[in-house]
């Protein structure tokens, strides 16, 4: 006889109606996004890594024009 190895999946009612099966496709979806949120994968930490990282760049390297600007227009002073 075989022992149960722990694997449990969701049980869907098969006379539910669509007004129940939309409900609990959204609460299903939600929950999937509540814990994307909470356990993000390593794949998007480094994306909003990046994302940060590239805006940072963006700032720095517009503080850099400004403060060439400023010592350019002193400098011909």
Do not use: C
Not at 47 to 52: Q, S, Y
Request: aromatic share 6%; no cysteine.
């Amino acid at each position: 006889m075989r022992k149960p190895i722990g694997i449990t999946y969701p049980l869907r009612i098969l006379t539910e109606t669509p007004e129940e099966a939309e409900v609990f496709s959204a609460m299903e979806q939600s929950y999937v996004r509540k814990e994307i949120i909470r356990n993000p994968s390593k794949e998007a930490k480094l994306v909003a890594e990046v994302a940060i990282l590239s805006e940072l760049v963006r700032v720095l390297s517009d503080r850099v024009t400004e403060l060439e600007a400023k010592y350019e227009t002193t400098s011909t002073n």
